[in-house]
């Protein structure tokens, strides 16, 4: 029984540390210029067919407290951003959304900058459903275990 009550208590501090972490992703506003946007693609094989997925090449300059700092969004952190026009059954997807073809260099963008280290940055682009359904997934699970393992613990004593 203490076992089992162990790991309600793992499971709920795993789900509700993934559901903070979600959170803090987000971090410190700012605006950025645009110095440079190409788009690359990236070919996922599958059963029949394959998926082209197609991310953003963005290099772009920001100003926080009188300090310039630049980002840019490369191949290897682009993983995040891809976006395929069909589906892993090779329907058209509905749902994406290829934010960066409407930026032009010189542009103002949003980006996040990480609060400790302000040359830790990435862009702020539209949240897809499937991401914030997850994180309230998350939520959910990490206090359903938290209770399971509450009430485990008042039956037992």
Do not use: C
Not at 25 to 33: L, M, Q, S
Not at 54 to 80: C, F, H, M, W
Not at 108 to 131: D, E, F, G, P, Q
Request: glycine share 8%; proline share 2%.
């Amino acid at each position: 029984m203490k076992l089992l009550a162990g790991v309600l208590l793992l499971f709920s501090i795993l789900f509700l540390a993934l559901y903070f972490s979600r959170l803090q992703r987000k971090g410190v506003g700012t605006i950025a210029h645009v110095l440079n946007i190409d788009e690359g693609t990236l070919e996922a094989p599958q059963q029949y067919h394959n998926i082209i997925y197609y991310y953003p090449l963005i290099s772009y300059q920001y100003e926080i407290d009188g300090n310039r700092y630049y980002g840019s969004v490369t191949r290897r952190g682009a993983r995040k951003y891809r976006v395929a026009h069909t589906d892993p059954y090779g329907f058209e997807n509905h749902d994406s959304h290829f934010f960066w073809r409407q930026i032009k260099v010189g542009d103002k963008i949003n980006v996040y900058y990480a609060s400790k280290n302000n040359r830790n940055s990435w862009l702020a682009h539209k949240t897809t459903k499937t991401y914030k359904s997850e994180t309230r997934a998350f939520l959910v699970l990490g206090l359903v275990f938290l209770m399971a393992f509450i009430i485990m613990l008042y039956e037992v004593g």
